[in-house]
């Protein structure tokens, strides 16, 4: 570590960036993760000079070493986050401060850099600051900010690499689940296989944890599902998360119940803020464990109600239907219910501007 914390940014602005009518063509139907800014950060790390230089400048191809050690030990993280347009014409961020900490506690646990969290903040306000044109209008757009790192050293000995680098990409985004209106997803429950196990890197958020999902979220598509929920390693019993967004139950008590945090399952920002949001309106949220079976009793017997997904991406999404090897169960009437709706448009109307921020979770930037 070099403790460089007061790094500057050097701004090399695009020599060309995409002329405003064709962005405006690019934003009108952006859909997730296809339609790039000008622009991207860029910071190196390296252990003999800590942090350093960083700059803004044009989003462009990386050149890498074919020895690079993320190409082959995978040691690579990453963040989610969004940028708002806010009522008045300003810009925010939504807790960018739970990112930054994050993303250092995901280096941590694979063996890589740790950024300074202010480095994180200055990053990410700095390609907002200069792209801020790309945050489309309307309701549910947001800049998808995308910061990650990776080992870049060229190096095939198996250890920590020596080397990294950092930087952030922005992807201007639509609504996510697009055309499920107000239906619940349909899930799918694995049997073959799970996501992670105790010890293991369930907690972070790197790259590896979405390879060792894809095939059972592709499981999930061939069987008419939208998303795969994974079931616990050990066990094979308890209801984790799906392969990117936490879990919710709501009972017809009122109270809410969602997996706890034991080291299998990430971290969410947006889970750690819908549990607030429901405590203090008064709500009773059990973090404990819920069994997949009691899961399917409950549904059948109706005193499970609803039950939701959340992320940054998709904020929160209804789940309508559970399928699994041993056949399927509706949640509710298969439709986003009271609870569901009332969490989600007050998260959003605080992420918007639209109503006070008690918790002090949104961060103007301009
Ligand atoms: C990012 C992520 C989430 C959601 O976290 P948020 O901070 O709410 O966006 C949930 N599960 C996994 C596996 C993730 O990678």
Redesign the pocket.
């Known amino acids: 570590m070099s403790g460089d914390d007061k790094l500057t940014f050097r701004l090399e602005p695009h020599a060309a960036p995409v002329p405003a009518d064709e962005r405006a063509t690019r934003l009108v139907s952006p859909g997730f993760g296809r339609v790039f800014t000008d622009h991207m950060a860029v910071v190196r790390y390296s252990e003999d000079r800590g942090w350093h230089d960083a700059r803004i400048q044009a989003r462009a191809p990386l050149e890498l070493d074919p020895a690079a050690a993320v190409l082959h030990y995978a040691q690579e993280i990453f963040e989610?986050m969004k940028a708002y347009r806010l009522e008045d014409g300003g810009t925010a961020l939504f807790r960018p401060e739970a990112n930054a900490r994050r993303f250092r506690q995901s280096a941590e646990r694979m063996a890589m850099a740790q950024l300074p969290e202010d480095i994180f903040l200055e990053s990410v306000r700095r390609l907002v600051e200069i792209d801020r044109a790309w945050i489309p209008g309307g309701d549910g757009g947001s800049l998808y900010l995308r910061p990650f790192m990776f080992a870049s050293e060229t190096f095939l000995g198996v250890r920590p690499a020596k080397e990294y680098l950092y930087l952030v990409i922005a992807s201007a985004a639509g609504a996510y689940f697009n055309g499920t209106g107000n239906a619940g997803i349909t899930l799918w429950v694995s049997d073959n296989f799970t996501r992670a196990a105790p010890g293991g890197t369930g907690a972070a958020?790197c790259g590896g944890?979405y390879a060792a999902s894809l095939q059972a979220q592709a499981e999930a598509i061939a069987h008419g599902c939208d998303q795969v929920v994974f079931v616990d390693a050990a066990e094979r019993r308890w209801v984790e998360?799906l392969?990117?967004?936490?879990i919710f139950f709501v009972f017809d008590d009122g109270t809410l119940a969602t997996p706890p945090l034991t080291g299998t399952i990430?971290p969410?920002?947006?889970?750690d803020s819908l549990l607030t949001l429901a405590r203090a309106g008064g709500l009773t949220v059990r973090e404990e464990p819920y069994a997949l079976d009691q899961w399917r009793a409950d549904a059948a017997s109706g005193r499970l109600v609803e039950a939701f997904a959340?992320?940054?991406a998709a904020v929160v999404t209804s789940i309508g239907r559970v399928r699994g090897a041993d056949g399927e169960f509706t949640i509710g009437n298969g439709v986003a219910g009271q609870t569901t709706e009332r969490l989600r448009s007050e998260l959003v109307a605080i992420q918007r501007g639209h109503a006070p921020d008690p918790h002090g979770w949104v961060h103007r930037l301009f």
């Open positions: 989610g958020k944890n998360e392969g990117g967004m936490n990430l969410g920002i947006t889970r959340c992320g940054t």
